[in-house]
């Protein structure tokens, strides 16, 4: 199936920093999705992209649709404790209905 | 209005043992899927359910079967257990097939 290389694989960073990571694709898609998963619960969805420059904001975090159209980023600003989870992408083609996932980005927040 | 459900949260199973996992949604959702989460693998799509009355194979379907009952729900059943199905079984739904995916909170499967 289809591969997303997500970047970093895991983080530890500091109380109050900024925290970046992005998603890669071989193919080109139409619409990228951002979940973050909490210790033993389902990924939450965090914010949809649909438009390739397209930059959306879901307060402390910002995600943008890269013009390629093969790629993601996430960054969340001024991290605190209850940012620590996994972090997933999603990608779906526009030939097609399913959404392929990224293998997470693991965080941690040091108080 | 509870999201996305899942039952049982735990399930220890022996090989060739069944059990089916329970899935219903009270979003008036119209497609369903069921996924698998392994370690380093991200998330793969076993089958999904575009309308109430249809069901597809995913990615990986193989030792699995499906059932959508109705619109809320959507059942996975593994016939004969492998240790090879031991993963976390996340059921989701969307508005729409090509739509945004809501999650249950998972079912942990050990087969042992």
């Known amino acids: 199936g289809q591969q997303l290389n997500q970047s970093p694989q895991s983080m530890f960073i500091q109380e109050g920093e900024d925290v970046s990571m992005n998603c890669t694709s071989s193919?080109?898609?139409?619409?990228w999705l951002w979940y973050k998963q909490d210790p033993g619960e389902g990924p939450v969805l965090l914010i949809a992209?649909?438009?390739?420059?397209e930059l959306t904001s879901n307060g402390r975090l910002t995600a943008q649709f890269g013009i390629t159209r093969k790629d993601s980023f996430l960054n969340i600003s001024a991290s605190i404790p209850s940012d620590v989870g996994i972090y997933f992408c999603?990608?779906?083609?526009?030939?097609?209905?399913?959404?392929?996932f990224g293998t997470g980005t693991s965080l941690t927040v040091i108080p | 209005n509870a999201g996305v459900t899942q039952t049982p949260k735990f399930q220890v199973l022996k090989t060739g043992q069944s059990m089916t996992l329970q899935c219903a949604q009270d979003?008036?959702?119209?497609?369903m899927y069921w996924y698998r989460q392994d370690p380093g693998m991200g998330l793969r799509l076993i089958y999904y359910s575009a309308s109430e009355g249809t069901t597809d194979k995913g990615e990986v379907p193989n030792g699995y079967n499906v059932s959508r009952l109705n619109k809320r729900e959507f059942s996975l059943r593994l016939e004969s257990a492998a240790p090879s199905q031991t993963s976390v079984y996340f059921c989701a739904s969307s508005e729409r097939g090509g739509g945004e995916r809501f999650f249950g909170p998972g079912t942990r499967l050990t087969v042992l």
């Open positions: 992209l649909y438009k390739a420059g």
């Open positions: 193919s080109i898609f139409n619409t």
């Open positions: 979003m008036n959702h119209n497609s």
């Open positions: 999603a990608g779906q083609h526009h030939t097609g209905n399913q959404f392929y």
